[in-house]
Every structure is written in C-alpha cells, then in structure tokens.
C-alpha cells in the first residue's frame, strides 16, 4: 500500500472526567521526526500516544498537539459547616497579617463547600487511557487520508512509467533507421573523397573495399551509439516502479520483502539510477531525435523523484 507522508487527522475523547481532543499533522521527511505539544499535567501520556504512532508512522515530520478541559463540578446546594468553621478561622489568621485580607464571596463558599479540586493533580492513569484512546482514533483517520493521497501519488507516478516505456519504445523503433542513415551519409562521403581526388578515384578501389570501408565506419558508429543495454536496464527500472507502486496492469504485486522497507526510500534510490540510464542514453545520442528522448526522459525522471518525495 502507496501512503503518503502528507496528510491530517484528529479525534476527540469525553469521559465524566474530562475532554480532550488530539490532532496528528505530518509531513514528508528523510526520517521520522515527532514534535509534541501538549500540556505539563499530560506529559505522562506522550510515551504512549508516541508509540501509538510508531506503529502507523515510520517516516515523516509529525506535529502532534494534545488539549483537555476537566469536567466542571456542580456548585454544592447547601453550605458544609465544618468547613465554614475552617474557612473562618483560616480568615482570622489572614486578617492578623494582613489586615484588610477580604471576606470570600457565597460562590467561593460554595465552591468550598462542592469540595471542587481543580487544582489536584491529574489521575495519570485515567488520562493516559482518555488520550491513546483519542489517539487511535485520530490515527485510524490519518492513516486513511495518507492511503487516499498515496493512491493519487501512485496513479500520477504510473503514468509517467507509461510515458516512459513510450520513449525507450521509440528510441529502439528508430535505431535502425538511424544506422541506416549513417550508412548512407559514410557513403556519401567516401564517394565524395575520392571524386575530389580524382575523376577516374573509382578505378583504384574496387567495389569490395569500398563495401568493406563502409562497413567498418557503419560498425564503429554503431557500437559508439549502442544503448540496447541502457534501453534494457529502463524497462528493468520502469518495471521495479511499477512493481513497487502495485500496478495491476504490470502483473506484478508488491511482496512482503519489498513493502517491509519504505518504499519512498526504494523510490528515490530507483530514480537515481533511471537518471543514470538517461544521462549515458544522452551521451550516447546519434541523432537527435534521442537525443532529445534522453531530455524527456530526465524530465519524468524528476517528475517521479518529486512525488517519491513525498511518499512514506
């Protein structure tokens, strides 16, 4: 499965405890890079939702932000006596120090007397549950947007393996017209030469050294244009593309060897090899016509090594 390394998910989790919602954002990257922000009172949760995410994600930059809210307590109805007694003496001994301290007001009463514990620490256990259980969810959504994303990078990448097979296709149709036509420009030449050296030039050769004098030039263009091994390791490499990227039309499926890895590392390396083939395609060019096949070739080259970018 083609997954993107660009893509968005996020979940919320409610218990009587609290909210809390959870958002995962990733990017493409070399590596795996996981940036974490979340309040202190959750810290102890990030070992978990961490390795809830390394069993989903194994390369990108990956931005992940963790917001709660507790549950408000209702006010208490009817005031506690014994902490008001509390409260006033606690008063009192202000009031020693601190003269003009002042009086609490019924709602901060009552909020005493509700026994409200805001300021008590998280119980670590039942938070840590509230956020691996958002963070499944919000994983399983991120997951499915980088297999949607992966899909229409694979789909753009086989069309360009397709444009490929088109030019190497073309380029082996016209080899033999181009050495035909070089043939023919050598013959020219040579007749060319010996007429301007002499009017009756074809009398001092004889037909079969002339023959064999146009082979041997045919033979050594031939072999200094020769891309039938470059040509073959294209088809090779447009195969393995299409193999990695699990296209039907190849008949091929990707196997278990070749998913265990990333397979936009297989990509990337893939594409430089390919780039490899091109540049001595190019250098090899007879005509222009390849020549100007290599630079097509280059071109796609980069287009698939763009969206292997981007691909886990």
Avoid at 71 to 87: G, H, Q, Y
Avoid at 119 to 126: F, M, N, R, T, V
Avoid at 187 to 199: G, I
Avoid at 265 to 294: H, I, P, W, Y
Wanted: glycine share 6%.
């Amino acid at each position: 499965m083609i997954r993107s390394m660009t893509a968005f998910g996020n979940a919320r989790s409610e218990t009587e405890l609290g909210s809390l919602t959870i958002e995962f954002r990733t990017v493409n990257s070399r590596f795996l890079d996981i940036n974490f922000r979340l309040p202190e009172d959750l810290r102890m949760a990030e070992g978990a939702v961490r390795e809830e995410l390394g069993r989903i994600v194994k390369r990108g930059k990956v931005d992940i932000r963790i917001n709660y809210s507790r549950s408000e307590k209702p006010l208490a109805k009817t005031l506690d006596p014994e902490r008001l007694d509390i409260m006033s003496e606690q008063l009192r001994q202000a009031r020693l120090a601190i003269p003009d301290v002042p009086a609490p007001t019924l709602i901060e009463l009552l909020n005493g007397s509700s026994g409200s514990d805001d300021g008590a620490a998280l119980d670590a256990e039942a938070w840590t549950a509230m956020c691996v259980d958002a963070a499944r969810q919000a994983l399983a959504e991120l997951q499915a947007a980088r297999e949607r994303e992966g899909a229409r990078l694979a789909e753009m990448m086989l069309a360009c393996s397709r444009d490929m097979s088109a030019i190497v296709d073309r380029v082996e149709h016209e080899l033999p017209a181009i050495l035909a036509e070089h043939q023919e420009r050598v013959t020219q030449k040579l007749r060319d030469a010996l007429q301007a050296v002499s009017p009756d030039g074809y009398a001092h050769i004889s037909g079969a050294e002339l023959s064999a004098r146009i082979a041997q030039e045919a033979s050594l263009f031939g072999l200094r244009i020769d891309v039938a091994e470059e040509l073959s390791r294209l088809r090779s490499h447009i195969d393995e593309l299409r193999h990695l990227l699990g296209d039907g039309q190849a008949g091929t499926q990707p196997s278990k060897k070749s998913s265990a890895g990333s397979v936009g590392k297989r990509l990337d390396f893939l594409c430089q090899e390919m780039n490899r083939e091109a540049n001595t395609l190019g250098s090899k060019a007879g005509a222009l016509n390849v020549t100007r096949a290599a630079i097509d070739l280059k071109l796609l080259i980069e287009q698939l090594r763009e969206q292997a970018q981007n691909i886990e």
